[in-house]
């Protein structure tokens, strides 16, 4: 009997190009030596398409179709709640990056606990770590339960199978690139591995409706491994941040189709695992200096949360000819352009001055609503004249110099007035009435020469 015959083809290992014959630069994403032989029967087992429930998918019109509200299990702990989007979706699958020792897998064994708290079970699926080294991270963690299932398994048909035995309300991989197909030729972690156990994990969630959680490593830029087809794949995508070798950590949604993506949740590691941080305004703010040139407070909204952040500025002359520019946490671009305004507006010498900017606590900010506070932060370390500590500034800044109003200034100014700052600098034109407390004085600044009149006088 003849023996199937299996086609070969190449894929490329960044973006996940495929080819019949192998090149050395890839004519999709321009890297070079990317491209790795992978063969495939040329029979593949036909895979039949399911809805939800498991039966055969059809055509349905829209009309038809009965609507139910998504069915969410909230864990013990909010802050992750409120990342998700109100809770846990049943059915879904989440998908988990970070840097290596960021803490995901710490993350997801607590999580894990949490769950058979809630009478659910639980299958944890490691594939970097035998059963005995996860019994002892969970001792360490204190995470025990009867509902608790641990598993040390890479053979995709073997972890099916378990499912179907088990029967588990969730499932955790960790990590996706450690898993592998049997009926794929090519290495575990690479493209085409990763393709298919996602998808037959995908295949799992939607027709047994079980949620699952799987681990993704990243790259060295920080992006997670593999086809980008797998964050298209999954439902929710979560990025697990910080510095590790500092104690607090942020996880933010940047995919999530039953919530926001503006959500964060800020943790704290100790030596008994991931701990929720309350009040995240107090702690990016608790190590702040009094009468500081270059330190301004920005109420930012993330999601629907206000969060006070202090921005960090150093400005000094420069030793080079072109004057050097540093942004952390902070948008590069948006540093250069009130940089300029600032230059052209206001009359600041700046093309002979370095420049280095970041926002502490590790946060990232985005949003128009910081523009003010650079701007400030930026003038007083060039000036080196202090602003008050108790003063805040909320706005953001046009070319023209102008100030612009912002979102959802009530709740940041509430937010402010909590933690004691009593000077509160907000566009002019922030249209609507709001409640005002007793104890803050609103500043209204129309241009950024007038804020910088106002915050630091001469």
Same mark, same amino acid.
């Given at each position: 009997?003849a023996k199937?015959?299996r086609?070969?083809k190449? *894929?490329?290992?960044?973006?996940g /190009?495929?080819?019949?014959?192998?090149?050395?630069k890839?004519?999709n994403?321009?890297?070079?030596?990317?491209?790795v032989?992978a063969l495939e029967p040329?029979?593949?087992a036909s895979?039949?398409?399911?809805q939800?429930? #498991?039966?055969p998918?059809k055509a349905m019109?829209?009309t038809?179709?009965?609507?139910?509200s998504e069915?969410?299990v909230?864990?013990k702990m909010p802050?992750?709640?409120?990342?998700?989007?109100?809770g846990?979706?049943e059915?879904s699958?989440?998908?988990?990056?970070?840097?290596?020792?960021i803490?995901? !897998?710490?993350l997801?064994?607590?999580?894990?606990?949490e769950?058979?708290? &809630?009478?659910?079970? *639980?299958?944890y699926?490691s594939g970097?770590e035998s059963v005995?080294?996860t019994?002892?991270? &969970?001792e360490?963690l204190?995470?025990?339960?009867?509902?608790?299932?641990l598993y $040390?398994?890479?053979n995709l048909?073997?972890i099916?199978a378990t499912i179907d035995f088990?029967?588990?309300?969730?499932?955790i991989i960790?990590?996706?690139?450690?898993? /592998?197909h049997?009926?794929?030729? !090519?290495?575990?972690?690479s493209?085409?591995q990763?393709r298919e156990s996602?998808a037959?994990?995908?295949?799992i969630?939607?027709m047994?409706?079980?949620?699952v959680?799987?681990v993704g490593?990243v790259?060295?830029?920080?992006a997670?491994? #593999?086809?980008?087809?797998?964050?298209?794949?999954?439902?929710t995508?979560l990025?697990?941040?910080?510095?590790?070798h500092?104690a607090?950590r942020?996880l933010?949604a940047?995919?999530?189709?039953? #919530?926001s =993506?503006n959500?964060?949740?800020?943790?704290?590691?100790?030596? *008994?695992?991931?701990?929720?941080?309350?009040?995240?305004s107090?702690?990016?703010l608790?190590?702040?200096l009094?009468?500081?040139?270059?330190?301004?407070?920005?109420?930012?909204?993330?999601?629907t949360?206000?969060v006070?952040v202090?921005?960090?500025a150093?400005?000094?002359p420069?030793?080079f000819g072109n004057?050097?520019?540093m942004?952390t946490?902070l948008?590069y671009?948006?540093v250069?352009l009130?940089m $300029?305004?600032l230059?052209?507006?206001v009359g600041?010498?700046l093309?002979n001055q370095d &420049?280095?900017l970041? &926002?502490? #606590?590790?946060?990232?900010?985005d949003?128009?609503a910081v523009?003010? @506070?650079?701007?400030?932060?930026? $003038?007083?370390? /060039?000036?080196?004249?202090? =602003?008050?500590?108790?003063?805040?500034?909320?706005?953001?800044?046009?070319? %023209?110099g102008?100030?612009r109003?912002?979102?959802r200034?009530e709740?940041r100014v509430?937010?402010?007035s909590?933690l004691?700052?009593?000077?509160i600098?907000i566009p %002019?034109?922030?249209?609507g009435?709001?409640k005002?407390p007793?104890?803050?004085?609103?500043v209204r600044?129309?241009t950024i020469?007038e @804020?910088?009149q106002q915050?630091l006088?001469k």
């Amino acid at each position: 009997m003849a023996k199937a015959k299996r086609t070969t083809k190449f *894929v490329c290992s960044s973006c996940g /190009y495929e080819s019949p014959k192998w090149m050395g630069k890839c004519p999709n994403c321009g890297e070079w030596n990317q491209m790795v032989e992978a063969l495939e029967p040329s029979k593949k087992a036909s895979r039949s398409s399911f809805q939800h429930t #498991g039966e055969p998918s059809k055509a349905m019109r829209i009309t038809d179709v009965m609507s139910e509200s998504e069915k969410r299990v909230q864990t013990k702990m909010p802050e992750l709640n409120r990342v998700l989007g109100g809770g846990v979706v049943e059915g879904s699958m989440v998908l988990v990056g970070g840097d290596p020792g960021i803490g995901k !897998s710490t993350l997801l064994l607590q999580v894990s606990a949490e769950l058979t708290l &809630a009478d659910k079970k *639980v299958l944890y699926i490691s594939g970097e770590e035998s059963v005995k080294q996860t019994k002892l991270r &969970a001792e360490r963690l204190q995470v025990s339960g009867d509902n608790l299932y641990l598993y $040390a398994e890479t053979n995709l048909e073997a972890i099916q199978a378990t499912i179907d035995f088990i029967k588990p309300d969730f499932v955790i991989i960790d990590s996706i690139q450690t898993v /592998y197909h049997p009926d794929v030729t !090519s290495a575990a972690g690479s493209v085409s591995q990763v393709r298919e156990s996602t998808a037959a994990l995908m295949r799992i969630a939607k027709m047994q409706n079980i949620t699952v959680f799987i681990v993704g490593h990243v790259t060295k830029e920080g992006a997670i491994a #593999g086809p980008r087809l797998l964050e298209h794949m999954v439902d929710t995508v979560l990025y697990f941040e910080g510095e590790r070798h500092h104690a607090y950590r942020i996880l933010r949604a940047v995919k999530n189709r039953f #919530g926001s =993506t503006n959500e964060i949740g800020i943790f704290e590691m100790r030596d *008994v695992g991931l701990v929720e941080v309350a009040n995240p305004s107090e702690v990016f703010l608790e190590e702040r200096l009094d009468n500081a040139s270059g330190s301004t407070v920005v109420a930012s909204m993330e999601g629907t949360r206000p969060v006070l952040v202090e921005i960090q500025a150093l400005v000094s002359p420069t030793m080079f000819g072109n004057a050097k520019r540093m942004a952390t946490g902070l948008d590069y671009n948006k540093v250069s352009l009130i940089m $300029a305004v600032l230059e052209k507006r206001v009359g600041l010498l700046l093309q002979n001055q370095d &420049a280095y900017l970041k &926002a502490a #606590g590790g946060v990232r900010l985005d949003e128009p609503a910081v523009d003010l @506070a650079i701007a400030v932060s930026v $003038a007083s370390s /060039y000036h080196d004249r202090p =602003t008050k500590s108790t003063d805040c500034f909320i706005g953001e800044l046009g070319l %023209t110099g102008e100030v612009r109003s912002v979102a959802r200034i009530e709740e940041r100014v509430k937010e402010a007035s909590k933690l004691g700052f009593k000077r509160i600098f907000i566009p %002019t034109n922030n249209g609507g009435e709001f409640k005002i407390p007793k104890s803050v004085e609103i500043v209204r600044v129309a241009t950024i020469a007038e @804020a910088l009149q106002q915050a630091l006088p001469k």
